[in-house]
């Protein structure tokens, strides 16, 4: 018995009492301990493969995949329950790290089937997929620390004066910008006379980068296209492209250029999504051109606030488009493209539905900082729109936080996304 509601209710407390029934203590947040939630998880992917259309047919089904699960799994599971029991106490009585991983297959399980995914061999494809996916998440800390440690041993920068932000890269326009929003007399109405805004949508373009910077930056980031070095993947969506924090970029560029200078604009334009604590993000070059990825489609971002920076180098077409929030239903939702230009960045909430469409001839390439807020993401996960599930992992997660026992920050990843 667990802490659910159904087992705490008056009539359960009485007959456990009637019947003398000794009850251990149970740790909260744990259901996974016993073994019958995992019966029970067997007992469900076996019915996803049934359609039964009424009570009694679920009834007669349900027995029947109930009386298909083999003695040796059963078994199995009761065998696994001390190696359960010493995770929990391990994790000095918190729910412990399985318990995180069995629910992301239930949740992609349920993802499937509300997206029309039925029939046995279908669903056992995907389902294989899915679990991949969930490993290679649960792993991708701990692989991108050690591309990191990797590239900073044998990659020898060619430009190496790009990696230490440096005023002299940044436009006089954006510099002003960013010296009116810390100055006392800041305002909203008055910083939108430094910046285009796109109507109605809150988005915002400005200069950010020289033209220099960015040739120097690109014939950088192509150096290191060329090592032979691993690279990872920027995200789900992007095949070509760089993570920057593998590159070693973090520490002494993104993260200061987001201090010191996005910050401030961003608590300005943004105040209510968390534009004025903005405490973490991830940075990442994208690439397209005919032969690699043409386009990205319609998209909402795993950040609170999102900068674009067109970086070149000479392409055709390739825009951006925006749409209305992630609330607003699809069908209801307009377009509108936003020209972009080289070193000009386009500034916008993670949640506004964006996609870029085709290039048709040349290479675009542009810088995409999601910069993250703790306290706004703590309380609602910006991907799965829930409480987040927190897991500790390595680096800076996605941007989340939690605070430990021992009073020490975290920064974790969701694992309902
Ligand atoms: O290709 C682009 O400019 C858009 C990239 C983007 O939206 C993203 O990576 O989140
Ligand atoms: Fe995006």
């Known amino acids: 018995m667990d802490n659910d509601p159904k087992h705490k209710a008056k009539a359960t407390q009485e007959l456990i009492k009637a019947k003398k029934w000794n009850i251990l203590e149970w740790p909260s947040q744990s259901p996974d301990l016993n073994p019958i939630e995992h019966a029970f998880y067997f007992l469900k992917t076996k019915l996803q493969t049934e359609r039964p259309t009424n009570k009694p047919q679920l009834k007669t089904t349900a027995v029947k995949a109930w009386q298909s699960i083999k003695k040796e799994e059963t078994q199995r599971l009761v065998m696994s329950m001390s190696s ?6 391990n994790n000095k009585g918190f729910s412990t790290k399985s318990k995180v991983r069995v629910s ?22 995907v389902l294989e997929k899915v679990k991949k996916e969930v490993q290679r998440r649960m792993t991708s800390a701990e692989e991108s620390m050690k591309r990191k440690a990797e590239i ?3 990659y020898k920068p060619f430009r190496p004066e790009v990696y230490f932000l440096q ?14 929003c810390k100055s006392p007399n800041a305002s909203l109405e008055g910083l939108l006379n430094h910046l285009h805004s796109v109507p109605g949508k809150r988005i915002y373009c400005f200069p950010v980068f020289v033209p220099q910077f960015c040739k120097d930056f690109v014939e950088e980031l192509e150096s290191f296209e060329k090592s032979h070095l691993e690279k990872g993947r920027p995200n789900t969506m992007n095949n070509y492209g760089i993570l920057l924090n593998e590159l070693g970029l973090d520490e002494s560029f993104i993260t200061p250029l987001r201090e010191k200078y996005l910050c401030p604009l ?15 993000h991830k940075a990442f070059v994208v690439q397209y051109s005919v032969d ?3 386009d990205l489609s319609s998209h909402y971002d795993n950040s609170e606030i999102t900068l674009n920076i067109s970086l070149g180098k000479e392409f055709t077409d390739g825009s951006l488009y925006f749409s209305d929030m992630r609330e607003v239903p699809s069908n209801e939702r307009s377009y509108t493209e936003v020209e972009h230009t080289i070193g000009h960045g386009i500034l916008h909430r993670g949640q506004q539905v964006h996609g870029a469409l085709p290039v048709t001839s040349g290479e675009r390439w542009n810088l995409i900082i999601w910069m993250r807020a703790s306290s706004i993401r703590n309380k609602l996960c910006p991907m799965c729109n829930k409480e ?3 897991v500790e992992t390595m680096g800076l997660g996605d941007g989340f936080t939690m605070i430990k026992e021992d009073g020490r920050e975290t920064v974790d990843v969701c694992t309902l996304v």
């Open 84 to 89: 359960r029991l010493q995770a929990v106490i």
């Open 167 to 180: 005023e002299c890269f940044l436009t006089e326009e954006f510099l002003e910008a960013v010296r009116f």
């Open 104 to 125: 992301i297959v239930f949740n992609g399980v349920r993802a499937l089937q509300s997206r029309g995914c039925h029939g046995a061999e279908k669903f056992s494809q």
């Open 266 to 280: 961003a608590s300005v334009l943004y105040q209510d999504w968390g534009g004025g604590c903005l405490d973490s």
């Open 388 to 390: 987040p599930q927190l």
């Open 292 to 294: 690699k990825d043409l």
């Open 152 to 154: 900073c041993l044998y």
